[in-house]
C-alpha cells in the first residue's frame, strides 16, 4: 500500500525546526504540487534554497510571516510545506503535477509525501483564523496545533474516519463502480463516519444506502492514511446476511454485482487499500 515505503517511515513526530538550505519544500498550488521528474530518483521535490529565491523573484504569496512550516521527515530528509499559495519556478525541470493522478509519482515515497503534505497543507489553510472568535491563530511550538490568542482554542488536525467494505457471499464479493466520476474502475463499498456512530455501523449504514443489503460478522482488515481526502480509511470484511438482492443508490453508484473469487477483474496496484483487499480475498486470504 501506498504507507508501505522502499525503506524507512514517514516520521510525522512534529519539531519547531527551521529550514536548511537542502531540506525539500512541497509547495501547492490548487491541488498540485511543484515536482521535477529525474531518470534517476523519479520525482524529486525542490529544496529550500531554490525555493526561497523563486519565492521572492515572482512574489510567491505567503499566508503568514512564516514562509515554510516543518511537517515531517521521510526517507533520511525534512520536508518542509510552502505556507500560502506557491506560485511559478525559475526552473523548467520543475511543473505542477495534479495530487489526484498518482501515478504521475513514481515512487510511492514521493507520492505518501505528497498526499500527507497536502492533508497537512488543507488543515493549515482553513485554520488560519480562530472558528470560534476570528482571531488570526498561532502556531504551538510543542505539538502540532494551532491555538488562539484571543480565546485559548486550541486546533489540532482533522482526520476524518471512512471504512471500506468487502462485503462476502461465500466465494463472491460485492464489487461496484462510482457514478458520475472520472475513476471508472471498479471499487468497494466505502464512506465516512458519521457523528455518534461506531465503525461497525458504518459499515451497516453505507451497505444499506448504497446497495440495500444486510450484513453481519463483520470483522477488521487493515488501515491506510488518505490524506489526498483528509481522511484514515479503515478497511472491513463482512457476510451477506439475508437476501442477494442488490438495491442500487444510483445517485452514488453506477453499478454493484456479485462476483467470482476464481474470476476477480483487478489487479493489486501496491498503492489502495481498496485494491488489496481485493486481492486479498482473490487469494482466499480474508479474515474470516
Ligand atoms: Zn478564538
Same mark, same amino acid.
Given at each position: 500500500?501506498?504507507?508501505? =515505503?522502499?525503506?524507512?517511515?514517514?516520521?510525522?513526530?512534529?519539531?519547531?525546526? &527551521?529550514?536548511?538550505?537542502?531540506?525539500?519544500?512541497?509547495?501547492?498550488?490548487?491541488?498540485?504540487?511543484?515536482?521535477?521528474?529525474?531518470? $534517476?530518483?523519479? /520525482?524529486?521535490?525542490?529544496?529550500?534554497?531554490?525555493?526561497?529565491?523563486?519565492?521572492? &523573484?515572482?512574489?510567491?504569496?505567503?499566508?503568514?510571516? *512564516?514562509?515554510?512550516?516543518?511537517?515531517?521527515?521521510?526517507?533520511?530528509?525534512?520536508?518542509?510545506?510552502?505556507?500560502? #499559495?506557491?506560485?511559478?519556478?525559475?526552473?523548467? *525541470?520543475?511543473?505542477?503535477?495534479?495530487?489526484?493522478?498518482?501515478?504521475?509519482? $513514481?515512487?510511492?515515497?514521493?507520492?505518501?509525501?505528497?498526499?500527507?503534505?497536502?492533508?497537512?497543507? !488543507?488543515?493549515?489553510?482553513?485554520?488560519?483564523?480562530?472558528?470560534?472568535?476570528?482571531?488570526?491563530?498561532?502556531?504551538?511550538?510543542?505539538?502540532?496545533?494551532?491555538?488562539?490568542?484571543?480565546?485559548?482554542? =486550541?486546533?489540532?488536525?482533522? /482526520?476524518?474516519?471512512?471504512?471500506?467494505?468487502?462485503?462476502?457471499? %461465500?466465494?463472491? /464479493?460485492?464489487?461496484?463502480?462510482?457514478? %458520475?466520476?472520472?475513476?471508472?474502475?471498479?471499487?468497494? /463499498?466505502?464512506?465516512?463516519?458519521?457523528?455518534?456512530?461506531?465503525?461497525? #455501523?458504518?459499515?451497516?449504514?453505507?451497505?444499506?444506502?448504497? !446497495?440495500?443489503?444486510?450484513?453481519?460478522?463483520?470483522?477488521?482488515?487493515? *488501515?491506510?492514511?488518505?490524506?489526498?481526502?483528509?481522511?484514515?480509511?479503515?478497511?472491513?470484511?463482512?457476510?451477506?446476511? %439475508? *437476501?442477494?438482492?442488490?438495491?442500487?443508490?444510483?445517485?452514488? +453508484?453506477?453499478?454493484?454485482?456479485?462476483?467470482?473469487?476464481?474470476?476477480?477483474?483487478?489487479?493489486?496496484?501496491?498503492?489502495? +487499500?481498496?485494491?488489496?483487499?481485493?486481492? !486479498?480475498?482473490?487469494?482466499?486470504?480474508?479474515?474470516?
Amino acid at each position: 500500500m501506498l504507507q508501505e =515505503l522502499e525503506f524507512g517511515r514517514l516520521e510525522n513526530e512534529f519539531y519547531d525546526k &527551521k529550514a536548511t538550505a537542502e531540506d525539500f519544500v512541497v509547495c501547492i498550488r490548487n491541488n498540485q504540487v511543484l515536482v521535477k521528474r529525474t531518470k $534517476e530518483n523519479g /520525482i524529486e521535490y525542490p529544496t529550500y534554497d531554490l525555493v526561497k529565491l523563486w519565492a521572492e &523573484k515572482n512574489q510567491w504569496s505567503g499566508w503568514k510571516t *512564516s514562509d515554510v512550516q516543518y511537517v515531517f521527515r521521510m526517507q533520511d530528509k525534512d520536508y518542509y510545506l510552502w505556507m500560502g #499559495e506557491a506560485g511559478e519556478s525559475e526552473d523548467e *525541470s520543475f511543473a505542477y503535477e495534479e495530487i489526484r493522478q498518482m501515478s504521475v509519482f $513514481e515512487t510511492k515515497a514521493a507520492c505518501f509525501a505528497a498526499c500527507t503534505a497536502m492533508h497537512l497543507y !488543507v488543515w493549515y489553510r482553513n485554520n488560519q483564523f480562530c472558528g470560534r472568535c476570528q482571531t488570526p491563530t498561532v502556531h504551538d511550538t510543542k505539538e502540532r496545533m494551532l491555538r488562539c490568542p484571543n480565546c485559548g482554542n =486550541l486546533i489540532f488536525p482533522r /482526520i476524518s474516519p471512512a471504512v471500506i467494505i468487502g462485503v462476502t457471499n %461465500g466465494d463472491k /464479493i460485492l464489487m461496484s463502480k462510482y457514478a %458520475g466520476r472520472a475513476y471508472t474502475r471498479y471499487a468497494l /463499498i466505502a464512506g465516512f463516519t458519521e457523528i455518534g456512530e461506531t465503525l461497525e #455501523e458504518t459499515v451497516k449504514r453505507e451497505v444499506m444506502e448504497e !446497495v440495500g443489503l444486510h450484513v453481519k460478522n463483520i470483522r477488521y482488515y487493515k *488501515s491506510q492514511p488518505w490524506g489526498r481526502d483528509g481522511g484514515v480509511l479503515m478497511g472491513f470484511f463482512c457476510d451477506l446476511d %439475508g *437476501s442477494d438482492e442488490i438495491h442500487l443508490d444510483e445517485k452514488e +453508484l453506477a453499478l454493484a454485482e456479485w462476483h467470482e473469487r476464481s474470476a476477480m477483474p483487478t489487479e493489486d496496484d501496491g498503492i489502495s +487499500l481498496t485494491r488489496e483487499m481485493m486481492r !486479498v480475498f482473490e487469494e482466499g486470504r480474508e479474515p474470516k
